[in-house]
């Protein structure tokens, strides 16, 4: 049926922007309304496909939004007011930009005739937004709309990256027919197949190579089955980047462990023995430590990677498509003995992470919770980790099996945990969905536990609680200045997320802690639990 004169003149430009995002399978919002933001957020409120989930600070909405792309390829929006609204998002864009992740943010401005003068709450959007962001714009004319969000989305999408519109309120209100707009194709995602030269000259530098080894990073992460199968063609052992633990089993045979500052020793033996790194979606990054003298096959799908590390051979191109490529041309090996040795030292690694989790130590060490989670937390778990001592005894110690996880890379943020379970929850409502972090990266985002609560998100909160900023005690230590500032006075986190509605338990000695996670993954609530633990670590 053809709509009314007045109901086409209701349609307004926010209405369209929602209907349009919608359409491109962009329903998921995160802020906190405001009055430059109200049309906006009316147009959500009307469209029965999308979902504005209120948080209780603009960051947690960004850290979300950039958790959000982390964990499932799909883009979140950040849905926020002009001036403080807008600069709160600040820290989870940049994390969203550092990692590459796709993000939306849709920000209010004010009215189009207060621009200059200094209307409230009104900042330069365009120049605050410009280091954070492929793709970021003013909408000044309701007949553009249509086409910046477009091309917004492309940008985020293509260029993996944060892509900001400001919006002033009294443009998201205008008239607009959807029919009449221009538009641009958003792409739901690129893969990029490496050219026959670059494939062939990889095949031709793998075939050279006596001991090869093979380096996942998070790019391949969608790519383990292209890994692993060139793994067993070439006889050559699996290390990864932090950010790739997991992508396979830890006790698949091919797999070493963590390369660099919290890796396996056998990892580091490996890559310091062999002769050709094949780099796979990794970014090189000094944690991941690989030597500069070392030859490198790389492949990603970011040409501007390509080149960071001394290269033998650069493959632009998708991991899983090129691997794939590359794995039916080279030569496949005899067995050399790698799997035998790998799986001696990996027996040794075991072992020794079960000497260090020690079950009667008080307070409890976190090589025993982990060793406890790792035990206890179901297989596929979503895990959501946050940044500080938590995410150093994660890495080192943890044991993954079909759990995925997400964190905050080069940016190292603290906080990010509970926003990313949040995000978690809501894009996979059927998993049991696990937050691990610290009490001082609990601490900064905490308010949003009754968020978890608000919106019905079952999710368990590990918080490790030593009552210090322990990473940067550590940090002191190392460097040779005496403890200060990284004491933390805590609230009774248990007690605390019982007041917000959720549960609340307190685990002060050992033998407490498996039976206190097996009773939280049955909880089909937001539960807490508050973790005594020892801040030291090996002294």
Same mark, same amino acid.
């Given at each position: 049926m053809?709509?009314? @004169?007045s109901?086409?003149?209701a349609t307004?430009v926010?209405?369209?922007?929602?209907?349009e995002?919608a359409a491109? /399978?962009?329903?998921l919002y995160f /802020?906190i309304?405001?009055?430059s933001s109200?049309p906006l957020?009316?147009?959500v409120?009307?469209?029965p496909?999308a979902?504005? !989930?209120?948080v209780?600070h603009e960051?947690?909405a960004?850290?979300?939004a950039?958790?959000?792309?982390k964990?499932t390829?799909?883009?979140?929006?950040c849905?926020?007011i002009a001036? *403080? /609204?807008?600069?709160?998002? $600040?820290t989870?864009?940049y #994390?969203?930009?550092?990692?590459?992740a796709?993000?939306?943010?849709?920000?209010?401005?004010?009215k189009?005739q207060? %621009?200059?003068?200094?209307g409230?709450?009104?900042?330069d959007q365009?120049?605050?937004?410009?280091?954070i962001?492929?793709?970021?714009?003013t909408?000044a004319?309701? %007949?553009?709309a249509v086409?910046?969000?477009t091309?917004?989305?492309?940008?985020a999408?293509?260029n993996?990256g944060?892509a900001?519109?400001?919006?002033?309120n009294?443009?998201q209100r205008e008239?607009?027919e959807?029919a009449?707009?221009?538009?641009e194709?958003?792409?739901?995602e690129?893969?990029?197949?490496?050219?026959?030269?670059?494939v062939g000259?990889?095949v031709?530098?793998?075939d050279?190579?006596?001991?090869?080894?093979i380096?996942a &990073?998070?790019g391949?992460?969608?790519a383990?089955?292209a890994v692993l199968?060139?793994?067993k063609t070439?006889?050559?052992?699996i290390v990864? @980047?932090?950010?790739a633990?997991?992508i396979l089993?830890?006790?698949?045979?091919w797999?070493?462990?963590?390369?660099?500052?919290?890796g @396996?020793?056998?990892?580091? @033996?490996l890559?310091l023995?062999?002769d050709?790194v094949i780099a796979?979606?990794?970014s090189?990054s000094d944690l991941?430590?690989?030597p500069e003298?070392?030859r490198?096959v790389h492949? =990603?799908i970011d040409p501007?990677?390509l080149?960071?590390?001394p290269l033998?051979?650069?493959?632009? &191109?998708?991991?899983a498509i090129?691997l794939s490529?590359i794995?039916e041309l080279?030569? *496949?090996?005899? =067995?050399?003995?790698?799997?035998?040795?790998l $799986?001696e030292?990996?027996?040794e690694?075991?072992?020794r992470? #079960?000497?260090e989790a #020690?079950p #009667?130590?008080?307070?409890?060490?976190p090589?025993y919770?982990?060793n406890?989670?790792?035990?206890t937390?179901p297989e596929?778990a979503v895990i959501?980790?946050?940044?500080g001592e938590?995410?150093?005894w994660?890495?080192?110690?943890?044991?993954?099996?079909?759990?995925?996880?997400?964190m905050?890379g080069?940016?190292?943020t603290m906080g990010?945990g509970?926003?990313?379970?949040i995000?978690a929850?809501?894009?996979?409502p059927?998993?049991t969905?696990?937050c691990?972090?610290?009490?001082?990266?609990?601490?900064m985002?905490?308010a949003d536990f009754v968020?978890?609560?608000k919106?019905?998100?079952?999710? !368990?909160?590990?918080?490790?609680?030593?009552h210090?900023?322990a990473?940067?005690?550590e940090?002191q230590?190392?460097?040779g200045?005496?403890p200060?500032?990284?004491e933390l006075?805590?609230?009774?986190?248990a007690?605390?997320?019982?007041?917000c509605?959720?549960?609340?338990?307190r685990?002060?000695?050992?033998?407490?802690?498996? /039976?206190?996670v097996?009773?939280?993954?049955q909880?089909n609530? *937001?539960?807490?639990?508050d973790?005594?633990? =020892?801040?030291?670590?090996f002294?």
């Amino acid at each position: 049926m053809k709509k009314t @004169t007045s109901e086409e003149a209701a349609t307004t430009v926010a209405d369209v922007l929602v209907s349009e995002l919608a359409a491109w /399978g962009v329903t998921l919002y995160f /802020g906190i309304p405001g009055a430059s933001s109200l049309p906006l957020v009316d147009a959500v409120r009307k469209n029965p496909d999308a979902r504005y !989930i209120v948080v209780r600070h603009e960051q947690t909405a960004a850290l979300a939004a950039s958790a959000y792309n982390k964990f499932t390829g799909k883009i979140a929006v950040c849905l926020t007011i002009a001036g *403080p /609204g807008a600069t709160n998002l $600040a820290t989870g864009l940049y #994390d969203a930009k550092e990692d590459r992740a796709s993000v939306l943010a849709l920000s209010g401005q004010v009215k189009t005739q207060y %621009a200059g003068p200094g209307g409230i709450q009104e900042i330069d959007q365009d120049a605050f937004f410009r280091p954070i962001t492929v793709f970021n714009n003013t909408v000044a004319d309701p %007949a553009t709309a249509v086409k910046l969000l477009t091309r917004a989305l492309r940008y985020a999408i293509i260029n993996r990256g944060v892509a900001q519109l400001s919006l002033p309120n009294d443009v998201q209100r205008e008239p607009l027919e959807p029919a009449y707009c221009e538009r641009e194709t958003c792409l739901p995602e690129v893969r990029v197949a490496p050219t026959d030269e670059a494939v062939g000259a990889a095949v031709a530098a793998i075939d050279g190579a006596a001991r090869p080894v093979i380096l996942a &990073g998070f790019g391949a992460m969608n790519a383990a089955g292209a890994v692993l199968d060139l793994a067993k063609t070439i006889q050559a052992p699996i290390v990864t @980047t932090f950010r790739a633990k997991g992508i396979l089993p830890d006790d698949n045979e091919w797999v070493a462990g963590i390369h660099g500052q919290l890796g @396996t020793p056998h990892a580091l @033996t490996l890559v310091l023995k062999s002769d050709l790194v094949i780099a796979c979606g990794t970014s090189f990054s000094d944690l991941t430590g690989v030597p500069e003298e070392k030859r490198a096959v790389h492949i =990603d799908i970011d040409p501007l990677q390509l080149g960071k590390h001394p290269l033998e051979v650069g493959v632009w &191109g998708d991991c899983a498509i090129a691997l794939s490529r590359i794995r039916e041309l080279v030569r *496949p090996r005899d =067995d050399s003995g790698i799997r035998q040795w790998l $799986a001696e030292k990996k027996q040794e690694w075991r072992e020794r992470l #079960d000497q260090e989790a #020690d079950p #009667d130590a008080v307070p409890i060490r976190p090589p025993y919770i982990m060793n406890v989670l790792s035990g206890t937390l179901p297989e596929d778990a979503v895990i959501s980790l946050d940044v500080g001592e938590n995410l150093w005894w994660f890495g080192r110690n943890f044991r993954m099996k079909r759990q995925r996880f997400a964190m905050s890379g080069y940016l190292g943020t603290m906080g990010l945990g509970l926003p990313g379970a949040i995000a978690a929850k809501l894009a996979y409502p059927d998993a049991t969905v696990v937050c691990i972090t610290g009490d001082g990266g609990f601490s900064m985002v905490m308010a949003d536990f009754v968020t978890a609560v608000k919106y019905d998100l079952p999710m !368990i909160v590990l918080v490790l609680n030593n009552h210090e900023l322990a990473m940067i005690r550590e940090e002191q230590r190392e460097a040779g200045y005496p403890p200060y500032g990284t004491e933390l006075k805590n609230p009774d986190f248990a007690a605390f997320a019982e007041a917000c509605g959720g549960a609340g338990i307190r685990v002060t000695r050992p033998e407490e802690l498996a /039976g206190a996670v097996t009773t939280a993954v049955q909880m089909n609530k *937001p539960v807490l639990i508050d973790i005594e633990t =020892d801040p030291k670590r090996f002294r």
